[in-house]
T-cell receptor
């Protein structure tokens, strides 16, 4: 069975602090994709990144970086020098490669960045 | 240019009524989805259509009936609304398969009183 666990329900940081959002997944597939989505207070869901299981290179995009470690089944998301606009609920998701199986979402981590 | 649009954005109705939510995407995607997000922000897949054909039907009451007139549209009709149906409903689209990112509509907040 596919499962995504985001153990941190809520995180609160002060602006300019770095923060890491954890994501641990379970799958029996050898090939799969992992995603992060952001849901700001306005409510829309915004795609942030997709990473396939055979590419373990870390990725950096501005203040955002992602650390994929297959050995620990984790795909963690770090925001450097956090800003108030980063306040949102962040979802990690697992996408099996095969067939029409849909994305499996974690329960989300609510990040509050305080000025 | 809105990629995935939903109407209405807000829907307030009484128990027992029937209502519909419409979704359209202009991304040329073959696959569309309906998700329900409850008050705890948990996102749950309800349905998925690929090129107008139903491919995923999770455990959803049969009061919920999706309809896809063409691959750019996926509507959700709900009969005999109940209090527990209150949630935000998101439409999404993607290319087929779980390897592709999904693009979400803005959501429809349904409140059943």
């Amino acid at each position: 069975a596919q499962k995504v666990t985001q153990a941190q329900t809520e995180i609160s940081v002060v602006e300019k602090e770095d923060v890491t959002l954890d994501c641990v997944y379970e799958t029996r597939d050898t090939t799969y994709y992992l995603f992060w989505y952001k849901q700001p207070p306005s409510g829309e869901l915004v795609f942030l990144i997709r990473r396939n299981s055979f590419d373990e290179q870390n990725e950096i995009s501005g203040r955002y970086s992602w650390n994929f470690q297959k050995s620990t089944s984790s795909f963690n998301f770090t925001i450097t020098a956090s800003q108030v606009v980063d306040s949102a609920v962040y979802f990690c998701a697992l996408g099996p490669l095969s067939g029409n199986t849909p994305l499996v979402f974690g329960k989300g981590t609510r990040l509050s960045v305080i000025a | 240019d809105t990629a995935v649009s939903q109407t209405p954005k807000y829907l307030v109705t009484q128990m027992g009524n029937d209502k519909s939510i419409k979704c359209e995407q202009n991304l040329g995607h073959d696959t569309m989805y309906w998700y329900k997000q409850d008050s705890k922000k948990f996102l749950k897949i309800m349905f998925s259509y690929n090129n107008k054909e139903l491919i995923i039907n999770e455990t959803v009451p049969n009061r919920f009936s999706p309809k896809s007139p063409d691959k750019a549209h996926l509507n959700l009709h709900i009969n005999s609304l109940e209090l527990g149906d209150s949630a935000v409903y998101f439409c999404a689209s993607s290319q087929p398969g779980g390897i592709h990112e999904q693009y979400f509509g803005p959501g429809t907040r349904l409140t059943v009183t």
